[in-house]
DNA sequence: AAGTACATGTACCACATGGTACATCGCGGA
DNA sequence: TCCGCGATGTACCATGTGGTACATGTACTT
């Protein structure tokens, strides 16, 4: 038991720094668009050293953890059921949703989110919770303004393969039609 | 210049066993799902020493050069424009290529594939030329099946977005259904 | 003032990686 | 027969990585 000094709080394992110290990192592999950072470029970007990180996280394996933990909390915030206006169409939900992916200071988060996909198909049992709770999270959002469960999956794989080919070609024209088209065709 | 022995062929700078390292070393990439093998793994099993890579290859990244011109080579065979049977209705053609690539011994190029992905919105120009090749050979095939441009565009997209979601769950139904759905409201 | 627990720096280590140096082997041609 | 050149093995190296050892500083409690 490393923690128990009974004089100021309870059960924060390490008590002041680390919150903060998490969301540094957190931002620092956003800003890198990867979880591959190593410990080095980690303390370079941070400003803190290797040695202080292996001291607050212990490990790697935690500071993933961690960081990925605190990044879900983030999007659990951003895309909750309520975080779309009630009365917007299919069509307007849909867009700002895709402007909101699309724009400039997401794209560490995509990167990021993206790079949890593949661990997540090589394997990686936290990342596909990860993976799960997001399209659980949009699932919600979306039958706020989608008429089904079906047409909410539907939607979910459009919008990844728009992300996908937007990562790729930088372009978000295409991803943005292609999920207009759907959106009108939907509305049959 | 390092070939020139003017006995045997001309210009293959290394006469005969390269071509089959290549793909043996193709086969290794492909059944890891990575081009990311190291030199060491890669040796093991393709049962030649790290030595002998180097002295064919030179250095990785034209061995990475080589194995990803052959598996180009080999998906323009597969999916070249008159590579599906040309009568299908265009829910036929859509159902034989998602069989196709979630076909079990299609996983390691699929896996690959999106390896390439990942390389190419990190910035790797090879990776990025291998995308717009596919991307144009699916076109050309699909424009025997789909009406316009712009359908084989959405297809593509959500054709990524249902591989993408495959990989991850290891699901290819919400895939198939999806773009069913899709196939039945483009005849609208 | 002394003790205790955390904070921090400097070296250091084992291991994997891509790649090289050097020596040897074996075979076809003069 | 000997030469020369590709094929191959063994050892090696520099670099980067996650992580540890040890020593020291610092602050708060008693």
Redesign the pocket.
């Given at each position: 038991m490393?923690?128990?000094?009974k004089?100021?709080p309870e059960d924060l394992q390490?008590?002041?720094?680390r919150g903060e110290l998490v969301g540094r990192c957190l931002a620092a592999f956003i800003g890198a668009g990867t979880l591959?950072?190593?410990?080095?470029?980690?303390s370079g970007v941070v400003g803190?050293?290797?040695?202080?990180l292996?001291?607050?996280f212990?490990?790697?394996?935690n500071?993933e953890e961690q960081a990925m933990s605190l990044l879900e909390k983030g999007l659990r915030a951003q895309f909750s059921s309520g975080s779309l206006p009630a009365g917007l169409t299919p069509m307007a939900a849909v867009m700002a949703l895709w402007e909101q992916t699309t724009a400039p200071k997401s794209r560490g988060v995509l990167l990021l989110t993206m790079d949890l996909c593949r661990r997540a198909w090589n394997g990686s049992e936290r990342a596909r919770s990860f993976y799960d709770e997001q399209q659980r999270l949009w699932t919600d959002l979306l039958l706020n303004f989608l008429p089904s469960a079906e047409a909410a999956n539907d939607f979910l794989q459009i919008f990844q393969g728009a992300a996908l080919v937007y990562l790729v070609t930088g372009e978000s024209n295409p991803g943005r039609s292609a999920l207009q088209r759907w959106v009108s065709r939907q509305a049959k």
């Open positions: 490393k923690s128990g000094t004089s100021k390490k008590p002041a720094n591959d950072l190593s410990l080095d470029q980690l803190v050293s290797k040695r202080m292996v001291h607050y212990g490990d790697r394996e500071l």
